[in-house]
């Protein structure tokens, strides 16, 4: 069969692969994917999905440090895979001198109300590999973290993030930071910082308030609600010339890679939703710039204060964006995952 991916990167779109196995970025390289994500929570999963490959690694890793701690070796572990990752990366990075290749790793979610201890881990990890971007919540604090980072000249990728304003103060941070760079003599035109947009959970957190109040909603509304937000994004970021470039992530069902399809943007698409979309009916077309639907955009706004909130540019404050459900539910989801990472990594410290 025809590779949908494959025809995805002949229309000039980039993705990447959202996995923390090492074979399955190798397979979405040789379709032409131009970069890789990876977080604790996808290690955690990596572990409980391919023990062959990990738990040899962790009890190696037992071995030649056995005074570390369960979470020493967690994060051994998540840099051990994260080289292995950008090095599968390395080809595309240097082919394009340096514009794409790279792989997100991303701070530790424990340390998403401090400033310092996320400068402190985004700077180890940046130095793993010369093509590792570091992702950092879109909070408050973590915008903060952004704007630093960049001007160290490390680059970035915003994570914990899903509306429009969110990317906006993002990109603001970046602007910040860019200027501090070139204040400092860096390169700072060939940092390319990336935005992310967890698209899928703009639509969860919709489905969420929908249930809790019993919001009768028409089917299959809710489910262009990350869409819209996206395209808006884009719109104003295409309108505005900020920098950033917007990544699409946190996928649910198969619209959510063909309808934001586009050669100004990202997605980041896990690698069992990939496969799929690869033998999809569609074919893909450049659809970032279509129109959503009036009546549906109606719906949602006269429904759902929370999509008033993720779509609008002014729809929120930074002061706002961890209150946000979505943020809350995210962090939360973050943190129990990298629980279940600690967790099995405690059991192999005690089988041995």
Not at 215 to 231: R, Y
Not at 302 to 320: H, N, T, V, W
């Amino acid at each position: 069969m025809i590779s949908r991916m494959s025809q995805m990167t002949a229309l000039g779109a980039d993705w990447w692969n959202d996995s923390g196995v090492p074979t399955e970025l190798s397979a979405a390289v040789a379709l032409g994917a131009v970069g890789g994500t990876s977080n604790p929570v996808i290690v955690a999963q990596a572990v409980k999905a391919q023990p062959a490959l990990c738990n040899p690694i962790i009890d190696r890793l037992l071995v030649d440090h056995p005074a570390d701690t369960e979470d020493d070796i967690a994060w051994k572990l998540i840099h051990t895979l994260a080289i292995d990752a950008a090095a599968r990366l390395l080809p595309v990075y240097e082919g394009t001198r340096g514009v794409k290749g790279f792989l997100s790793a991303q701070v530790n979610p424990k340390y998403y109300p401090n400033y310092d201890l996320m400068v402190a881990q985004a700077t180890q990890l940046a130095s793993l590999a010369p093509n590792i971007a570091i992702k950092v919540p879109a909070t408050a604090v973590g915008i903060a973290v952004v704007e630093e980072l960049t001007a160290r000249g490390i680059r970035v990728n915003a994570t914990v993030s899903f509306t429009v304003p969110q990317a906006i103060a993002v990109s603001d941070a970046l602007a910040r930071g860019l200027k501090r760079a070139r204040a400092a003599g860096r390169d700072a035109d060939a940092m390319r910082p990336y935005i992310t947009l967890m698209i899928g959970r703009v639509d969860d957190q919709l489905k969420r308030v929908a249930a809790a109040q019993k919001i009768s909603v028409t089917p299959g509304t809710i489910e262009w609600s990350g869409i819209a937000v996206f395209k808006n994004a884009h719109r104003i970021f295409k309108e505005r010339g900020l920098p950033g470039t917007l990544l699409a992530a946190a996928y649910r069902h198969e619209n959510h890679w063909s309808q934001i399809i586009g050669r100004d943007v990202l997605q980041t698409i896990p690698y069992t939703w990939w496969t799929q979309f690869n033998v999809a009916a569609t074919e893909p077309t450049l659809t970032l710039e279509q129109p959503i639907d009036g009546a549906i955009l109606s719906e949602l706004r006269a429904k759902f204060p929370d999509f008033i909130r993720a779509y609008d540019a002014d729809g929120m404050q930074p002061a706002e964006f961890l209150g946000y459900g979505a943020t809350q539910h995210t962090l939360s989801q973050f943190l129990g995952g990298y629980g279940d990472l600690i967790a099995s990594v405690r059991a192999r410290m005690l089988s041995i």
